[in-house]
């Protein structure tokens, strides 16, 4: 029988709803134990960020776990949200006045419009309370905390408006739903594509990154290995989606669909 060998990352804190767990130095992930996505802090020499913040409802122990790290909610200096969906970005609300708030532009312009459907409101039961977002970032814009130095990557795939932030000196990926431990990937939501997803994933590895930083899951210290399996299961998935399009391929399957779209527009109704 193999010993599954110890996690690398030491757990400072660990109660019923989350857990706190050191990635690196001045590092933090912050673990929920229901849907919503990870949440992380990265203690800079002259500024703090977080990266996500999970649902509405994980609050109150994302409080408890900021105050253990001494770094309570007014010391975050920004909050950068990896993209739209509520689970990274519920809780988003509670920081508005108290720190900037940053979103890839294609982010910022859902939340901003409230786009409902984008943000997967109703699948996460979040409440309608506005998040606005301060800083609307792009490709190449750069994070720089002092001794972190974030480069902002647009790696479009899972959503049109994912970003990963890199850290090229330490080799922290923060990937969010882009990339997770093991090579699992995301899902391709409404705006986003497969195709693109492949581009980024192919544009992750070829970074020198030392350890994964997820939105769901664990923290990983086989970021090369998971970019890997994800991009050859992504090629998986392209295979699969052509094989069903060809299968669909056929005028009797899209007969009721035109059929639908001639009675929308009622073109024999005259
Ligand atoms: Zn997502
Ligand atoms: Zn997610």
Redesign the pocket.
């Known amino acids: 029988m193999s010993e599954r060998k110890p996690s690398p990352f030491p757990v400072l804190l660990n109660n019923d709803v989350c857990s706190l767990i050191q990635a690196a130095d001045d590092v933090y992930q912050v673990r929920f134990k229901n849907r919503a996505?990870n949440a992380y802090v990265v203690r800079g020499s002259s500024r703090t960020i977080m990266i996500d913040v999970g649902l509405t409802s994980n609050y109150p122990c994302l409080v408890e776990c900021l105050h253990h790290l001494d770094c309570p909610p007014e010391k975050i200096d920004m909050v950068v949200l990896?993209?739209?969906?509520l689970?990274?970005i519920g809780a988003a609300h509670y920081f508005k006045g108290r720190t900037y708030i940053a979103a890839h532009r294609l982010a910022a312009n859902k939340i901003m419009l409230r786009d409902d459907f984008s943000m997967?409101r109703k699948m996460f039961n979040e409440p309608n309370v506005p998040i606005d977002v301060d800083l609307w970032l792009e490709e190449g814009n750069l994070i720089d905390l002092g001794n972190f130095r974030l480069d902002v990557m647009h790696t479009p795939g899972?959503?049109s408006a994912?970003i990963t932030l890199f850290d090229q000196d330490k080799g922290l990926l923060f990937a969010?739903?882009t990339l997770m431990p093991g090579g699992v990937m995301?899902?391709v939501?409404g705006s986003g594509s497969i195709a693109d997803y492949i581009q980024s994933l192919e544009r992750l590895k070829g970074l020198n990154s030392r350890i994964l930083l997820s939105?769901h899951g664990r923290l990983s210290d086989t970021p090369q290995e998971d970019v890997r399996i994800a991009i050859a299961r992504s090629h998986g998935l392209l295979s699969d989606t052509a094989q069903l399009f060809d299968a669909l391929d056929a005028r009797s399957n899209f007969e009721p669909i035109m059929q639908s779209v001639r009675d929308l527009n009622k073109l024999d109704d005259s």
């Not at 990896?82 to 969906?85: D, G, Q, R, V």
């Open positions: 996505a990896s993209h739209e969906h689970d990274h997967l899972h959503t994912c969010a739903d995301g899902g939501f939105g």
